[in-house]
């Protein structure tokens, strides 16, 4: 069993920055996709980013290109995301996710192996 707990979510204004982070514990691995994706109030949930083992490979969705930013330490089995220049639309909950033996999460989140709890982030206009 993987736990995943985020932290990092809060409130922010338009144009401003959060970084995110994500820390697995539990069982012992290696060579695992993590990310993250969000859902918004009545939304499905969304893909935003993911990175691999190596770090080498990082795929994000349209919509956050150029302004957010996945990294990994892997010696501290933790995930960041690095998001600036936010607008109202980024307003979610965001959840880290991990799929094992990946260099990616895929993007619909059925190929997701474990989900943390979830963290809040509001941008306010």
């Known amino acids: 069993q993987v736990q995943l707990v985020e932290s990092g979510g809060g409130l922010v204004q338009a144009g401003g920055s959060l970084r995110l982070s994500c820390a697995a514990s539990g069982r012992t691995f290696s060579n695992y996709a993590m990310g993250w994706f969000r859902q918004a109030p009545g939304k499905e949930r969304d893909f935003v980013a993911s990175?691999?083992?190596?770090?080498?490979?990082?795929y994000y969705a349209d919509s956050v290109k150029g302004r957010f930013t996945i990294t990994r330490d892997n010696a501290k089995n933790t995930v960041y995301l690095q998001m600036n220049s936010l607008k109202p639309e980024d307003t979610a909950v965001y959840y880290c996710a991990t799929r094992l033996s990946a260099i990616s999460l895929g993007t619909r989140g059925d190929l997701v192996d474990y989900w943390g709890q979830g963290t809040q982030v509001t941008v306010s206009s």
């Open positions: 990175i691999s083992w190596s770090g080498y490979r990082s």
